[in-house]
């Protein structure tokens, strides 16, 4: 189970351990993995050292490069007495051996590696000069010399927290990170500037006293719900599931969400169409029955979905009111969510349930909710999903790259399924009958909303696999993916 560390407990841990060879350590891992990555052994490998601990890193790495017979060239400006001391004697090493440093990226020459060792974890701003013109020149040469970048602990310019780019940052096509994974490789920007991830403990063994930490998600931690069917049931034995929306123009959200509640397993799916002229069934899935809105609420279900297209009229207003009432499981999405931004009653109502509540906002509708910029929300988006669960007590997945996963009790997880197929009408919807579908089914809240959203992204990654994708991917394509995975899940493949 992959822990997810910020960077004061990483600070405190390596505080901890300050007894322990951890610069070391890292250099020779880090020199290992070049070793393998580096194309034509003929070719230099170019090694930005920065003026911190990850340039102790870099110097280590170096050295060791250097002597198993590798041409090393390394930039390095900073004064070596300003250097943390553990990287000072790294820097002092490295010149001892015959290395030397020079203070630009030469020219001429055509790289077989590029190593990333000026920032890591330490910068949350932008990169002031030299380095961030060495940032942009680094990402052009691996580009133009077909050669990998290599990125200690963190990508320098990424912040290793929130995973917010600032200009420039290093696009990495691999990533090396010590101790523990971090969150911001994994969300808003972090997957973008990482490339393949790995991680180097140090020789610490973080189960032994966990410190406060994220998690990755992935079936491993809703294992206990995926549990086969008997053969002695019946449709009602996987509850009824209920959706509430489909304004005029919008009816395909609804329907989008039905169809996916159906095929992931939900014994009954009612959908309530707000448009009065709505059709009494759906021809391409005439197994959902549909229905006016209030029926569905007087439906009997175990679970229900407010939002998928209910527009914002006073009809819509009612039955969101009448939803937040019920005594069952509420996933509350799209408009759901503006309408409980803009109506305090409203907030304090979701607030004030006893029944689960789980919020799927995308960036501009928690933004709404938050009453700020979406640019706030993607600054810091484990903060804005923890401080969102606990502010309506509900789990909460803020999505985006990275999903962000939260629950009332402070717990906060990332999802790294997922691809820019995704970034197409619909999704959402399909996500919410995902999580429909299971809540239905009774799983718990949590448990859901972890599987739904690590399905979901599965299912388009399980598309582009295919071929199908990532361009003109289409929302209604991720039904049958995600169907054919949780059933291979729930067979323990």
Known sequence: MT???????????????????????????????????????????LVLAGPGNNGGDAFVAALRLRQQGAAVRVVFVADPQ???TDARAAHADFLAAGGTTVATIPDGERWGLIIDGLFGIGLARSPESPYAEWIPTANAL???????????????????DTGRAHHPTIR????????????????????????????????????????PAGRLVTPALFAEALVGRLHNTHKGSFGSAGIVGGAHSMLGASLLAGRAALRLGAGRVYVGLVDPEAPSFDPACPELMLRRPEGVLEAGLTALACGPGLGNSLTAISLLERA???????????????????????????AQRTAPTLLTPHPLEAARLMDCEPEEVQADRIGIATELAWRFDAQVALKGCGTVIASPKGQW???????PGLASAGTGDVLTGFTLALLAQGWTPENALLAAVHLHGAAADALVESGSGPVGLTASELVDPGRRLLNRWLRGG
Request: hydrophobic content about 50%.
């Open 3 to 45: 822990l997810l560390l910020r960077s004061a407990v990483l600070r405190d841990l390596e505080s901890a351990h300050a007894d322990q060879p951890l610069m070391a350590r890292a250099g020779a891992t880090a020199a290992e993995w070049a070793t393998t990555l580096a194309v034509e052994a003929s070719r230099p490998i």
């Open 82 to 84: 300003t250097l943390p």
């Open 142 to 160: 691996a580009g133009r010399d077909a050669c990998p970048l290599l990125a200690l602990d963190c990508p320098s310019g990424l912040n290793a």
């Open 172 to 211: 990495a096509t691999h990533t090396l990170s010590f101790i523990a994974d971090k969150p911001g490789l994994h969300t808003a920007d972090g997957p973008d500037q990482c490339g393949l991830i790995r991680i180097a403990s140090l020789g610490l063994d973080l189960t032994v006293a966990t410190p």
């Open 324 to 350: 937040l009432g019920l005594d069952l499981p509420v996933i509350l999405d799209a408009d759901a969510l503006n309408l409980i931004a803009f109506e305090s009653a409203l907030q304090s109502a979701v």
């Open 413 to 419: 997880w990332i999802n790294a399924t997922g691809n």
